[in-house]
Every structure is written in C-alpha cells, then in structure tokens.
C-alpha cells in the first residue's frame, strides 16, 4: 500500500488573493498523475478553500474517476458545531458537495481543548461511530 495522500487544502489558484479561484485545469492534472502513479488517498474538509475544497473534489476526482479507484477522507467542522442537529445536516452537505454516498475516512476536525468540549458536548463522537456502524 503507497503511503501518500493527497490534500486538498492549499491548492494552486488563479488569484493568490481569492481562496476560491481554484486553478481545476491544474489540480485534474494533480488528481490525474498521482492516481496515475498508484495512489489513492484523498482528503478534503468542509472549510477548506473557502468553503469550496469538497466541491472541487467532487469536480476533479469523483466525477472524473471511478468510485472503487480512490478513497476519500473529510472531516466534521467541531468549531462550527451549534447543536446535536448540526452533525448531520453538515454531514449530509459533505456528501452531496463530494458527490458521494459515502466517505471512506470521516474525521473530528481541530480537536483542539476547545473543539473537543464542543465535540463532547453535542456527541460528535457518537456520531461517527454510528456513521461507521452504518456503513
């Protein structure tokens, strides 16, 4: 098993200034060679790029890739976490802004101290583990 990932987090831009400005020609270039290359980890989070990471995941690799050929990690925002009700409207969103029916890894985003009382208190925990159990 090849032990890199790739992470959609500081991708390269049309505008340095705009987080948004997602360069997609260039990062399908990126998706295209690493797969090319035998890899297959992936991974995207909520708030990345300005909210847009996880549909540019969708646009690069999940509509241009067979599902079974890349495994797809993202992550719970705890820091945006408000109520027991946000876990899965938000990851409801995560799904349907990658385009898919599922994640292959889900994680605790920052647990910092702060961002872990959060995820305490609204059973973020659980939650994945019923996600997992789920399947």
Excluded: W
């Excluded at 090849?2 to 831009?13: I, N, Q, S, V």
């Excluded at 995941?57 to 050929?69: F, G, I, P, S, T």
């Excluded at 945006?80 to 009700?85: A, G, Q, V």
């Amino acid at each position: 098993m090849k032990k890199l990932g790739f992470g959609l987090m500081r991708l390269p831009l049309l505008d340095s200034n705009d987080a948004k400005s997602i360069d997609i020609p260039q990062v399908e270039e990126m998706v295209d060679t690493f797969i090319d290359n035998g890899f297959t980890y992936f991974d995207t989070a909520y708030m990345y790029h300005d909210f847009k990471s996880e549909k540019t995941a969708k646009q690069v690799l999940v509509c241009r890739h067979n599902r079974e050929d890349f495994c797809l990690a993202s992550k719970m925002p705890t820091m945006f976490l408000k109520s027991d009700s946000d876990l899965e409207r938000i990851f409801t969103e995560q799904l349907d802004n990658c385009g898919v029916e599922y994640f292959d890894y889900y994680l605790l985003h920052n647990l910092t101290v702060d961002n872990y009382a959060i995820a305490e208190k609204y059973n973020a925990f659980d939650f994945v583990l019923k996600k997992k159990q789920e399947g």
